[in-house]
């Protein structure tokens, strides 16, 4: 029998790639070829790459074909037939399938589609230079994974799917390319789902386009998760709009660790959602996201996009806004892929798109945004990732939605800073952003907020009256907007520092806080409560935080005069209310 090699080469080494253990079955039905999968990252040294292959022995050798390692495939394609002219190269996935033109003189069989355009390539024997099938029906697709390998994947995500296709026709997206959506039988999907728990992989991905598309559908599922849950976390996109009442109580009842929902919003302008085919009922998914994230065991990450039509900064701004006060836990900035075969790729003259020539195909500019916008973006995306995602500055990020009319406001007068001072943008250590924001509002934040930056006062005040014009909260918070002090900053970093840091230590760079007498009297207070041997364990394992600032006080909700003592682990016998409140920091306050 021939040796047929399925590679995958991922985006990171977490991920796994499901078509080809969907393709592994076909091959072994043929029985013309012995199949083995070869999984690997990018970011492994090409030459090593091209030593797998090879090394293989196989006589063919497939790969699928994605944005992320589409300019690698075409490398590895054109070396490994100057090694081995003989080997057959099979090319298949998305890139193939909506971007042919780019592939035609590869020297490889392109295969157009899914699962049926393999298998009659197979059958052929790789014979003709293409081949497009069409697709059989979903539920007669086989489980991609076999019991052995489910074990070796468990540490990594595992990609799973419910159904295929898209009920929308997003024009960025390739499933607007696809129409109607294929559902599996819901007892397949439980028995498989079953089997992958039983194995306790660690993150099970649902790649459903919209997942909730069917919600008594959905609905079942998440029950049946439930009630076999283990250790395994699920994560879902879904339509937040889609979300019937029956399904918030069921969410309110679901432990922490269990669900992860994926939210795209994309933008909240009208017009743009409009112009790119997409639900125009913002305000209803907005409302439900809202509800979504006040449901705090389920984890809520949210989608919006930079460089769509019509959408200004300004109005990119007032998006951003309304998906931050939302409270999800996790807000991605996107950029615009003009990916071919697509609606978007095909109106770029019209918008005046320039994008790169090269995948991911991402935007530079357009009628609406300039690069130089589209740039700021960029920089600001990677502050929300380093403040509000990375969940270390929860407290902070919390801050700032209490106290700003716009985030978006603060974001971009932070970035603006941070480029002025050629701040390191990959530089995310906890110190290293605190650093810059503890600078940013010391010595920047107030001649920009007084004057240096009135149009964007001007702005957010005018939008913030355009998005809630019945809130009669505006004149409160718009007192606070610009008035944020340095010292409450101070203290809500040191506090997210010591919530969620490793060291139990408060860095130099925030200042002295420690305090002798203060220790000493915690001290004592603990030698006679628990006796001497117990105050010299626990002496070794606190920190003490005295909060200066009395907006951080009332902030974090604790007594004026009150010392926060930050130890490792539990000590729930070590509550002093006079005095002292005692944090695990494995809890929070």
């Not at 157009?112 to 697709?141: H, I, M, N, Q």
């Not at 879904?238 to 994309?266: C, K, N, S, W, Y």
């Amino acid at each position: 029998m021939e040796k047929l090699l399925l590679v995958a080469l991922n985006a990171r080494y977490s991920h796994s790639n499901p078509a080809l253990y969907y393709l592994q079955h076909f091959v072994i039905k043929s029985n013309h070829y012995e199949a083995s999968i070869f999984e690997t990252s990018i970011n492994m040294p090409f030459l090593s790459i091209v030593e797998s292959c090879l090394s293989s022995k196989a006589s063919i050798v497939c790969f699928s074909v994605y944005v992320w390692n589409c300019e690698l495939v075409k490398r590895l394609v054109a070396d490994l037939l100057v090694v081995k002219p003989s080997l057959k190269i099979v090319l298949g996935g998305p890139e193939i399938q909506y971007n042919l033109s780019a592939w035609h003189e590869c020297g490889a069989v392109l295969v157009s589609g899914g699962e049926a355009s393999f298998e009659a390539a197979l059958a052929d024997r790789f014979s003709r230079p293409f081949y497009k099938e069409t697709d059989r029906p979903f539920d007669d697709v086989p489980f991609p994974y076999f019991e052995n390998q489910i074990a070796l994947l468990a540490d990594k995500y595992v990609y799973y799917e419910s159904s295929r296709g898209c009920p929308f026709s997003c024009s960025f997206c390739l499933s607007s390319a696809q129409k109607g959506v294929s559902y599996r039988s819901l007892d397949r999907v439980k028995s498989e789902l079953l089997l992958l728990i039983e194995h306790n992989v660690k993150i099970v991905k649902f790649v459903d386009r919209t997942f909730n598309s069917n919600p008594h559908r959905a609905r079942e599922i998440w029950k049946f998760l439930l009630a076999n849950r283990s250790s395994t976390l699920f994560h879902f996109e879904i339509d937040a709009r889609m979300l019937e009442e029956e399904d918030f109580h069921f969410l309110e009842t679901v432990p922490a660790g269990l669900f992860q929902f994926e939210i795209g919003v994309q933008s909240a302008s009208v017009p743009t959602l409009r112009e790119i085919n997409r639900n125009t009922d913002i305000e209803g998914v907005l409302s439900a996201l809202q509800r979504l994230s006040k449901i705090k065991s389920v984890h809520c990450h949210a989608d919006i996009i930079a460089g769509l039509p019509f959408e200004t900064l300004n109005l990119f701004g007032r998006s951003f806004d309304r998906v931050y006060l939302s409270g999800a836990d996790h807000i991605q900035v996107g950029f615009l892929k003009v990916l071919p075969g697509t609606a978007m790729a095909k109106n770029s003259t019209c918008y005046e798109t320039l994008c790169s020539q090269f995948p991911p195909y991402e935007i530079y500019s357009n009628r609406w945004m300039s690069a130089e916008n589209l740039m700021l973006l960029r920089h600001i995306g990677r502050l929300v990732e380093s403040i509000h995602n990375s969940g270390r500055m929860d407290t902070f990020s919390r801050y700032i939605s209490c106290n700003l009319i716009s985030p978006f406001a603060f974001y971009m007068s932070l970035a603006s800073y941070a480029r002025s001072v050629n701040f390191d943008f990959s530089s995310t250590t906890f110190e290293a952003v605190s650093q810059l924001i503890l600078n940013y509002f010391q010595n920047f934040s107030e001649n920009f907020f007084s004057g240096g930056a009135s149009l964007v006062r001007s702005r957010v005040v005018t939008d913030f009256f355009t998005t809630h014009p019945s809130d009669n909260m505006v004149f409160s918070r718009l007192n606070k907007t610009f008035g944020i002090g340095s010292d409450a900053v101070r203290d809500i970093l040191v506090f997210d520092y010591l919530r969620s840091g490793k060291a139990l230590r408060i860095p130099s760079l925030f200042g002295e806080y420690q305090s002798k007498e203060l220790r000493s009297k915690f001290l004592n207070l603990v030698s006679e409560k628990s006796g001497e041997a117990f105050r010299r364990k626990i002496s070794r394992k606190i920190v003490f935080f005295p909060v200066k600032s009395v907006e951080a006080i009332t902030f974090l909700g604790v007594r004026r005069g009150c010392c926060l003592v930050f130890c490792n682990g539990s000590a729930p016998d070590l509550f002093c209310p006079n005095s002292f409140v005692v944090i695990s920091r494995n809890t929070g306050v």
